[in-house]
């Protein structure tokens, strides 16, 4: 099931449908176009507080997950704290497949 989600990120990257890093999902989200943010489970403490603050108050779904190196590994880039995903048909799908 995990490889699932993965397998969907990475295919949303193909597609465009992210964007990646702190500052820029978390502009991201001030304009309301993530649909979704996954944030990997060894960020700093800080930028989970601020991204989760950040999210909650605009009411985007935020899922803790995985690490760093796999977020990045998925996406085809180096590693990535945080990933916002713009797609609404996308952060569905992967919403329930997390959820599961």
Not at 74 to 80: H, M, Q, V
Request: hydrophobic share 45%; glycine share 8%.
């Amino acid at each position: 099931m995990m490889e699932k989600w993965l397998s969907l990120l990475g295919l949303a990257a193909r597609a465009r449908k992210l964007t990646t890093g702190e500052e820029l999902v978390l502009k991201e989200v001030r304009r309301k176009s993530v649909r979704l943010v996954l944030l990997s489970s060894d960020a700093a403490e800080q930028t989970k507080k601020k991204v989760l603050d950040k999210c909650g108050h605009y009411n985007i779904p935020v899922r803790i997950l995985s690490d760093r190196a796999t977020l990045g590994q998925a996406i085809g880039k180096a590693e990535r704290v945080v990933i916002g995903v713009m797609d609404d048909g996308f952060a569905k799908k992967m919403t329930a497949l997390l959820d599961q």
